[in-house]
């Protein structure tokens, strides 16, 4: 178990994670799942987790069940909670299903238009802009996530949206977590800009740039933070036929 949480000094910071104790306790032992400060297979007990965090079992309860919904942690009754792995197969697998969504998105959105989507779009792209500022790069990842759930949204694919949000975030496990990058170096490129100029090929309405930009958006993350990753998903899976 890692050194004790002082709850009260996260609770100063509730503004970033939301105001439930639940969903502090969830986004700090997330962060810490993330960056591999919980390791897979690392037992998170309970009560030690109230204890750490200064609150109820309930409450550390509640968030497992979300942490675990999310595929971050595996609940089993006679095991307890332990943290789960995440193999290059699997992360592989994920990059090939986001891509194979957010193709889908890029082309359906040229149809359906992003006019009701757009300022909110927006929005995120600027609070992009100030978690890099702060150095907050987990936020940022956060925002990334909303940010592409919002086109597969607008594109009228809701029922996908589980699946997508599931993946990136794995996806940004195996990036956030490996240590393939020197972290001085990490998303050392502007993530605000680079997603106001993704904006405006899918508001273009021409669907081959629009396909064309979201393939070469998550191909660029990955040449940036997990080159392994890529290399292992092969060339193929980034080719847009005309």
């Not at 987790?49 to 009754?77: K, P, Y």
Request: with cysteine; net charge neutral.
């Amino acid at each position: 178990m890692q050194e004790s949480v002082n709850f009260e000094e996260v609770i100063a910071d509730r503004k970033s994670f939301g105001g439930k104790k639940s969903d502090i306790v969830y986004e700090v032992i997330k962060r810490m799942i993330l960056y591999r400060g919980f390791t897979p297979e690392t037992q998170l007990r309970e009560q030690e987790l109230a204890g750490q965090f200064r609150c109820s079992q309930g409450t550390i309860r509640e968030a497992l069940m979300r942490l675990a919904d999310d595929g971050l942690v595996e609940r089993s009754g006679y095991r307890g909670t332990r943290v789960t792995g995440l193999s290059q197969l699997e992360a592989v697998q994920m990059v090939r299903v986001r891509l194979s969504i957010e193709r889908a998105a890029a082309r359906e959105i040229q149809r359906t238009g992003l006019a009701e989507h757009r300022a909110m779009l927006e929005e995120i792209t600027e609070k992009m802009d100030a978690s890099q500022h702060a150095g907050d790069y987990l936020m940022t990842s956060e925002l990334d996530r909303s940010f592409h759930d919002r086109i597969v949204r607008a594109a009228g694919m809701e029922l996908l949206s589980p699946i997508l949000q599931r993946c990136s975030l794995h996806i940004h496990r195996y990036t956030i977590g490996g240590v393939e990058v020197p972290r001085d170096n990490f998303q050392k490129p502007g993530s605000g800009e680079e997603h106001r100029l993704l904006l405006e090929d899918l508001s273009s309405r021409d669907g081959l740039r629009a396909e064309k930009a979201v393939v070469a958006h998550l191909r660029h993350v990955l040449v940036r933070w997990a080159p392994s990753l890529l290399e292992a998903v092969g060339s193929e899976a980034f080719i847009v036929a005309a």
